[in-house]
């Protein structure tokens, strides 16, 4: 059975950092990419980013790009995002997702999804 776990999120500062892991267990995803959503309340879920496992490929939402940067440790079946310069407007629930290919993440198209880590930045 897939699992996927995330973990990191907390409260910081405007102007802070976090790291969140997403972590993998089940089977390895050497051919897939992963990504990252986020959900604030009363808001529908939003694309954050995504990166494929073979060639470590990234693509960013604009509203993260220059500040959010997602990575893979292929060895510990773990991807990451660190988080800089957040804004209060990051507050949400991050979860991360397998979807295949970075095209179907972009559609919010998924074969597995973590339960989420929550993410508040303060004013």
């Known amino acids: 059975q897939v699992q996927l776990v995330e973990s990191g999120g907390g409260l910081v500062q405007a102007g802070g950092s976090l790291r969140l892991s997403c972590a993998a267990s089940?089977?390895?995803?050497?051919?897939?990419?992963t990504g990252w959503f986020r959900q604030a309340p009363g808001k529908e879920r939003e694309f954050v980013g995504a990166i494929t496992w073979s060639a470590g490929s990234t693509y960013y939402a604009d509203s993260v790009k220059g500040r959010f940067t997602i990575s893979r440790d292929n060895a510990k079946n773990t991807m990451y995002l660190q988080m800089n310069s957040l804004k209060p407007e990051d507050t949400a629930v991050y979860y991360c997702?397998?979807?295949?290919?970075?095209?179907?993440?972009?559609?919010?198209?998924?074969?597995?999804w973590g339960q989420g880590t929550q993410v508040t930045v303060s004013s």
């Open positions: 089940g089977r390895t995803f050497s051919k897939d990419a």
């Open positions: 997702a397998v979807g295949g290919t970075i095209s179907r993440l972009l559609r919010y198209e998924y074969d597995y």
